[in-house]
Nanobody, 123 residues
Framework: QVQLVESGGGLVQAGGSLRLSCAAS????????MGWFRQAPGKEREFVAH????????YYTDSVKGRFIISRDNAKNTVYLQMNSLKPEDTAVYYC????????????????WGQGTQVTVSS
């Protein structure tokens, strides 16, 4: 099990940028696939991106490709989500999650979750 704490959310104008961080503690962080998900009010939680334990394999949902970048620093037990060219439809609570083995876009495949951080994009 790994404990996750997100930070970096906030209010930003459309077109702006934010960088989310997710700090992990507990078991060896480097063996985990890390994912970012988001949930807007009244909507289901949706996949945003995931990254393998080496940091070399990254996968994004179509709506954020070319705008968001997921990365990780295993020495700091931290995963990041750089969000650029933000749109009002990116407004949501953003969660990081961890699982072992392979990456997945299904939230049910992830074992450990952070508490979330709010991102609000104004038009």
């Amino acid at each position: 099990q790994v404990q996750l704490v997100e930070s970096g959310g906030g209010l930003v104008q459309a077109g702006g940028s934010l960088r989310l961080s997710c700090a992990a503690s507990g078991r060896a962080f480097s063996v985990y696939v890390m994912g970012w998900f988001r949930q807007a009010p009244g909507k289901e939680r949706e996949f945003v991106a995931h990254i393998d334990w080496t940091g070399s394999m990254r996968y994004y949902t179509d709506s954020v490709k070319g705008r968001f970048i997921i990365s990780r620093d295993n020495a700091k037990n931290t995963v990041y989500l750089q969000m650029n060219s933000l749109k009002p439809e990116d407004t949501a609570v953003y969660y990081c999650a961890a699982r072992r083995l392979r990456g997945s876009s299904r939230s049910s495949d992830y074992d450990d979750w952070g508490q979330g951080t709010q991102v609000t994009v104004s038009s």
